[in-house]
Nanobody, 122 residues
Framework: QVQLVESGGGLVQPGGSLRLSCSVSGNIFSVSAMGWYRQTAGKERELVAT???????DYGDSVKGRFTISRDNAKNTVYLQMSSLKPEGTADYYC????????????????WGQGTQVTVSS
């Protein structure tokens, strides 16, 4: 069974930094693009950052220059380094694996993590 396990959320002061991690566990053959999204109550889930297997990255406009996404393909793990955090960064952050195959000819599926809460407050 494939699972995305997130860690690293918590409380941080404005201007501070936090690092999120997300590992894909289970019987994995391949994982394509991975990313982070965030959501607050009453709002749609929004893109934070994505990264392909070739390390091509994309960022939401609100985090460009402050957040950095990276991944370790060998560990099927994606990281999100968040710096200069702002109170509006308070949200539940969700890890996404766009296309996961459990064996070579399996149908690819998308998976989401359970979410990790980030609170930016003094």
């Amino acid at each position: 069974q494939v699972q995305l396990v997130e860690s690293g959320g918590g409380l941080v002061q404005p201007g501070g930094s936090l690092r999120l991690s997300c590992s894909v566990s289970g019987n994995i053959f391949s994982v394509s693009a991975m990313g982070w999204y965030r959501q607050t109550a009453g709002k749609e889930r929004e893109l934070v950052a994505t990264i392909t297997t070739n390390k091509i990255t994309d960022y939401g406009d609100s985090v460009k220059g402050r957040f950095t996404i990276s991944r370790d393909n060998a560990k099927n793990t994606v990281y999100l380094q968040m710096s200069s955090l702002k109170p509006e960064g308070t949200a539940d952050y969700y890890c996404n694996a766009e296309s996961v195959k459990t064996y070579r000819f399996s149908r690819p599926r998308e998976y989401w993590g359970q979410g990790t809460q980030v609170t930016v407050s003094s």
